[in-house]
């Protein structure tokens, strides 16, 4: 069940801490007085708790002891203080991402499916995963390449407050290569039921063919830059097409009004296995008059709710977002090996952590996190 107020947590037999152990940080294991486990927890609670960066230090030496103690017991050492900032800096620095991001993909799973967080999503309620990437525009390796970092966030189909990133994997610094990227985070999950979202970059015959293979679906824009799909697409008969579906919105001095339009896909279509065509268009009218429009085409590989699963893709956008604003990454000066990109995953956890938790306004979630020392651990399933 989510949980409010004060939490309470049963621990999966996946937890957190153990699962912390197969994570390295290159140093040698002996004369270590704090072992990365540890370490990588204590920053995850801290990252819960609202920190940013390396700032967790502070907060990290107001710990309770009994907590702190507890989590040395568990990976059979004994606390030689606590972590310095120092500490803090060289065990984030040198972590394998790779192996972090897996970690926190199988916690986040697990607790998506078991005792920690939402019910299994049911054959009649097929997921959705959104892909897209993101730059941490303050993290620049000494040849000025940013780190860009591919995510998936998985949850149910349309704006799911409680989606969580499953997967994450840097695309070596290059926007460009997030199809290639995408192709093998997606070879890691089971896609069955599942309907894949993405922006135009990832409307791609080979990504269209793994999700096929893999029991997944597809609901995916087109733009000029697949310019023979686009072409088809652009000249379907959408005038004598009547409208499947319609809505308007109000709000933010504006109303909204998107119109969709569907065809069965023509059999000379040039790209694979899709079902139906679309065409959104939305008209926007602002408080003061002015008006604009905006249309959008794209392919399905099955007849789905176009609607949900195109405006349910923005919740990735929202994600990034949390990330920005509630921990200013764009704005961290974190540059330093997998400094970076180990904070971001972290970011991932918290926020994911919190959502599970009955507590998608993130922002909010950690100042009340924050307020109780043992909220982040528990949240975590750290504790007992």
């Known amino acids: 069940m989510p949980l409010s107020g004060d939490v309470s947590f049963t621990p999966s037999c996946h937890g957190l801490l153990d699962l912390l152990l197969a994570v390295g940080d290159g140093r040698s294991d002996q004369g270590r007085d704090h072992p990365v486990a540890v370490v990588l927890a204590l920053v995850a609670a801290a990252t819960v708790a609202g920190l940013k960066g390396y700032t967790a230090s502070g907060w990290v030496a107001d710990v309770p002891t ?30 394998d991402g790779d192996i972090l991001d897996m970690v926190i993909a199988e916690w986040t799973t697990t607790q998506r499916t078991g005792s920690g967080g939402q019910a299994p999503t ?13 730059t941490v525009r303050g993290a620049a390796d000494p040849d000025g390449e940013q780190l860009h970092l591919l995510s998936a ?26 199809p290639e990227t995408a192709r093998a985070l997606l070879e890691t999950l089971d896609l069955r039921q599942v309907t894949v979202t993405a922006d135009t970059l990832h409307t791609v015959k080979a990504t269209a063919e793994l999700i096929h293979q893999q029991g997944g679906h597809f609901v995916l824009p087109v733009k000029e830059n697949r310019a023979a799909l686009f072409d088809a697409l652009n000249a379907l008969p959408w005038a004598t097409t009547g ?8 709000g933010h001095g504006r109303s909204t009004r998107r ?11 040039p790209f694979p296995h899709v079902s139906q065509v679309w065409l959104i268009e939305r008209y926007v009218t602002t408080s003061n008059g002015k008006q604009s429009a905006a249309a959008q085409l794209g392919v399905t590989s099955h007849p789905a709710e176009i ?15 949390i990330r920005d604003t509630c921990y200013r990454e764009d704005q961290s000066r974190i540059r330093t090996r997998s400094g970076p990109r180990v904070m971001a995953s972290l970011r991932n956890l918290a926020i994911n952590a919190l959502r599970l938790a009955g507590r998608p306004d993130i922002t909010e979630a950690t100042r009340w ?16």
């Open 153 to 178: 966030l998985a949850g149910s189909p349309g704006p799911d407050p409680v989606a969580v990133i499953i997967a994450q994997a840097p695309t070596d610094g290059a926007k460009t290569r997030e």
């Open 122 to 134: 049911s054959t009649d309620s097929p997921a959705q995963v959104r892909l897209d990437g993101k």
């Open 369 to 384: 996190a924050n307020r109780d020392m043992t909220r982040p651990f528990t949240i975590l399933g750290l504790t007992g």
């Open 259 to 269: 119109t969709i339009r569907v065809l069965p896909a023509p059999p000379d279509l």
């Open 243 to 250: 409208i499947g579906h319609e809505s308007t919105e109000v």
């Open 307 to 321: 609607a949900t699963f195109n405006r349910g893709h923005w919740a990735i956008e929202t994600l990034h977002y």
């Open 66 to 95: 009994d907590i702190l103690d507890s989590l040395y017991a568990r990976v059979d050492a004994r606390p030689g203080g606590r972590p310095s900032r120092s500490t803090l800096w060289r065990v984030c620095t040198d972590t």
